[in-house]
């Protein structure tokens, strides 16, 4: 082969993996910040059961961290939200409009919390392979998999179909 042909070969690798490389580093140093082009501005929000001085947080995703956040309620008085936090102030039902900004765009989703009395009151039914201890609200389970049913009921004693369970 001809040197000519050599040095146009090796100087396009050259060109070409400086040009990967270059490629790599402007998408590793924007990862997790800011939109890929071409990319909406999303939230991620469902509704909400709190008991009354009950909070979560991150109860919301927004898909990029510099998007300044807010948040408007059609009731005052029933939850407080600070940044990442919503906290259950008084029994009650509010619809939270979220708002995320950056740049030209603006998104909004809208998501209801449900804030409940504390006087709630559980009842597990047994179904198979468990039992429950009621005076500790303690549920056994005496095998790997156990079904049961769990029924939570307000202080007028209606229920309560909406909570979010969790079993550790």
């Given at each position: ?68 956040v ?34 030209n ?44 049913r ?19």
């Amino acid at each position: 082969m001809n040197k000519k042909v050599v040095s146009i070969i090796v100087a396009l690798s050259i060109l070409a993996l400086s040009i990967v490389l270059m490629l790599v580093f402007l998408l590793s140093a924007n990862k997790g910040k800011d939109l890929p082009i071409g990319e909406s501005l999303t939230i991620e929000v469902d509704d909400i059961s709190l008991g009354k001085g009950e909070s979560r947080h991150d109860f919301y995703k927004v898909n990029d961290e510099n998007a300044s956040v807010s948040f408007e309620l059609n009731k005052d008085g029933i939850i407080l939200i600070d940044k990442d936090k919503i906290e259950g102030l008084n029994a009650g039902e509010v619809v939270v409009t979220i708002y995320a900004e950056i740049e030209n765009q603006t998104v909004s989703k809208n998501f209801n919390v449900k804030v409940y009395d504390e006087n709630l009151h559980v009842s597990i039914i047994h179904i198979d392979n468990c039992f429950y201890i009621q005076e500790d609200n303690i549920l056994i389970m005496e095998k790997e998999i156990a079904q049961f049913r769990i029924e939570v009921f307000d202080n007028l004693n209606q229920p309560i179909n909406d909570l979010n369970y969790k079993i550790i």
